[in-house]
């Protein structure tokens, strides 16, 4: 008899509540191997491919693309046991209340899967008497190395109807197949629009069950709404925590960098940075790396719980990014430690990973000071939001040609505008200044460098 066993949705970041299903990578009734990709995710930091710790068939995919599910929830099951001879059945159960023998059993680490173990559990009613503990859930035996006669293939799920899926369990499910009832004809009883057992039992005696009305929709609309998820959604928490939480202060500089366009231009021919993309950001940087040791403040955390602020010797650089996903911040670590060339390197590794959506969460995490660069649109400046658990940000204008006294004489020079925005918990107008000070300094004049 086949032996049954459900996917949960795992965290795979830290703290993560929830995932939106991007797509699906297989379908009922195909065979899968050990950590085999089924799934892609996106959680508010990152989209994820999802292996699978089993060998099997699938029998049943539990939900949709574009649906957002809860860290726990059964997302596919599987048959890990088609030929029948290794174990007892062990029923399907629906996506929201985990299988008996699975609900104690821990998810195993999967190859890039990350490390963190995933385990359901039924909460206690308050007088009751402790649960004797659960029989251990059947264990897939490793693929066999013979060829085995393919698994007979579980017709494909019907296509939604007009946006309406059926919301019913397994068993329900296959209780309508058995009946020859049609899910989409039946409105559910059960609280949330659930069908029920009863639900199709009626409609097989030929009890007449109405489908859900369609919601109706106004052609004439000029309007459109998208739900708030993923990127988008962190970004919002994440952006309204530290507006109500760090007092901001912002303040502006504008200099010219003439000579720094004109250095770059050098190390456009020089043999050593030869295949290397420099960039104004490039510069930047490096000048945040040198100011941040003369003004560790800015580098500092204000830690709320401990009343403490946390000092970091070393610069884990975020560069705010603008990705199709949305704005995400991954870092550059020990940016302090990298020459010109190694940082430049690394900023363009991180972009393209960006661009392409391939950012990870770890990659994302645990900055100490971020840049963003507004400039790139041409946009002049701008008074940026500081990302939560750090103390500042500085953001880079568009470099324009623009008149500027040089000697007493106006001249034609390349002008970029600075702005730093700055926790004034942790860092004093001072600090703030001398910071931003030394920044611009260090465009205006690359050999500043040589002083630090």
Not at 199 to 209: K, M, S, Y
Not at 262 to 291: D, H, Y
């Amino acid at each position: 008899m086949p032996t049954y066993k459900q996917f949960p949705l795992a965290d795979t970041a830290e703290g993560l509540t929830e995932a939106d299903i991007l797509s699906w990578h297989v379908k009922p009734g195909d065979t899968v191997t050990v950590n085999q990709i089924v799934v892609e995710i996106e959680t508010a930091k990152a989209a994820v491919e999802l292996p699978i710790p089993w060998a099997g068939v699938v029998t049943e995919l539990h939900v949709e693309p574009g649906q957002t599910v809860e860290v726990g929830t059964p997302i596919l099951t599987i048959d890990v046991d088609p030929g029948g001879a290794s174990a007892p059945a062990v029923p399907a159960v629906s996506a929201a209340a985990p299988a008996p023998a699975e609900a104690e059993e821990e998810m195993k680490p999967l190859v890039g899967y990350g490390s963190k173990a995933v385990v359901t559990q039924r909460r206690a009613r308050k007088g009751a008497a402790p649960a004797a503990p659960a029989p251990a859930a059947a264990v897939a035996a490793p693929p066999a190395p013979a060829p085995v006669a393919p698994a007979p293939v579980a017709p494909a799920p019907a296509a939604p109807r007009g946006g309406y899926v059926p919301l019913a369990k397994p068993p329900v499910r296959k209780l309508a197949k058995d009946l020859g009832v049609d899910l989409h004809s039946l409105a559910g009883s059960a609280s949330g629009g659930v069908i029920t057992r009863e639900d199709v039992e009626r409609a097989a005696n030929g009890t007449p069950v109405a489908a859900p009305a369609a919601p109706a929709v106004d052609s004439g609309s000029r309007e459109r709404r998208v739900p708030i998820k993923g990127v988008r959604k962190m970004t919002a928490a994440a952006m309204v925590q530290s507006a109500y939480t760090a007092p901001h202060v912002t303040e502006f500089l504008t200099i010219d960098v003439t000579p720094m366009m004109e250095f770059r231009e050098k190390l456009k021919k020089s043999r050593e940075f030869a295949g290397v993309k420099v960039t104004p950001l490039t510069f930047a940087a490096k000048a945040v790396c040198l100011a941040a040791k003369r003004t560790p403040d800015v580098n500092a955390v204000w830690d709320e719980a401990a009343q403490e602020i946390v000092y970091k010797d070393y610069v884990h650089l975020g560069i705010a990014a603008a990705t199709p996903r949305g704005l995400i911040v991954p870092k550059v670590r020990d940016a302090d430690s990298m020459s010109l060339k190694e940082l430049a390197q690394a900023l363009t590794a991180l972009t393209d990973t960006a661009r392409e959506g391939k950012t990870s969460p770890a990659d994302m995490a645990n900055g100490t000071i971020t840049i963003t660069n507004v400039g790139v649109f041409g946009v002049d400046t701008g008074t940026p939001i500081i990302n939560p658990g750090e103390s500042a940000i500085l953001c880079l204008g568009a470099i324009k040609d623009q008149p500027w006294v040089v000697d007493g004489e106006i001249k034609v020079r390349k002008v970029l505008q600075l702005s730093l925005s700055f926790d004034h918990r942790v860092v004093d107008g001072q600090q703030g200044s001398e910071f931003l000070a030394d920044v611009g300094a260090l465009l205006a004049d690359p050999a500043m460098a040589m002083t630090y």
